[in-house]
């Protein structure tokens, strides 16, 4: 699998990421060994998890597998923090004590004594930003971490934070924003992208097949077994099924018979090589499916196809 920097870093990840969402939870330790294994064995090194996954379960599986399955020095770890959950409660908490103490337990349950990335989970509005800023500056002054990021940071957010990390001398510059980019989702196109372009910011699009909508599954019901489906995730892509994006999926599936591709493949190479992107995090919930994202390495759309999908899916 090819390799690319994390915006203007010396750090090269996979152009394609692992996400973790549903380990120890949807994902047990099996599958997620599986997972692991086909990802490395096909050259990927991102492995994407939060300290928030499954009140830390996702970061608990990771643990557990390092070593066993593959060597932790092979991997790039990122996680984050910030959103978590507390006796059934949503917590958003960009406080500077927060996220130390959030970031330690996760170095605990992961069982290194650094990860590659930590990012802030999300902004937070009655925070001050540069406390939040501080405990990055922390993380990576006390080796807890070797780069810093954000996530779900608009483009004026984005710009705010890595302006402040740049003015002062001796803050840890951001490396990248984690936002979701899919063709049934280009929002972040209008600020987020220019923004990060203009500051040096890699971006890692989270959901990159629109909630599994991109891969067609939803085009006639809702099948057993699928995210829709399950009690965790019904509301997230619930929202997305939509008479605007069944129009985006049926583009993608027209394409993808053409080139004698997957929908899945059609809709995540597009975005996997759109201008400013480093790389998609994808997430499976077994390994079969993983295998189907990772046939993209392979993939390249031609240019009268990549227009067509532009076309559709425009804002």
Known sequence: MQQRHLGRTGLKVSRLGLGTLTWGRDTDEHEARDQLIAFTEAGGTLLDTAAGYGDGASEELVGSLLGDVVDRDDLVIATKAGIDRARGDRIVDAS?????????????????????????????????????????????ATGRAAYVGISNYSGWQAAQAATWQRAVPGRAALASN?????????????????????????????????????????RHGTPADSRAASPHFANFVGGYLTERNARIVEAVAKAAEGLDWSPLEVALTWVRDRPGVTAPIVGARTAAQLRGSLTVEECELPPQITAALDDVSAL
């Open 96 to 140: 500077r004590g927060y996220l130390i103490r959030t970031l330690d337990a996760s170095l605990k349950r992961l069982g290194v004594d650094h990860v590659d990335l930590w990012q802030v989970h999300s902004w937070v509005d009655d925070t001050p930003l540069e406390e939040t800023l501080g405990a990055l500056d922390y993380a990576v």
């Open 178 to 218: 984690q936002v979701e980019y899919s063709l049934v989702n280009r929002r972040v196109e209008t600020e987020v992208l220019p923004a990060a372009a203009a500051l040096g910011l890699g971006v890692l699009p989270w959901s990159p097949l629109g909630r599994g909508v991109l891969t067609g599954k939803y």
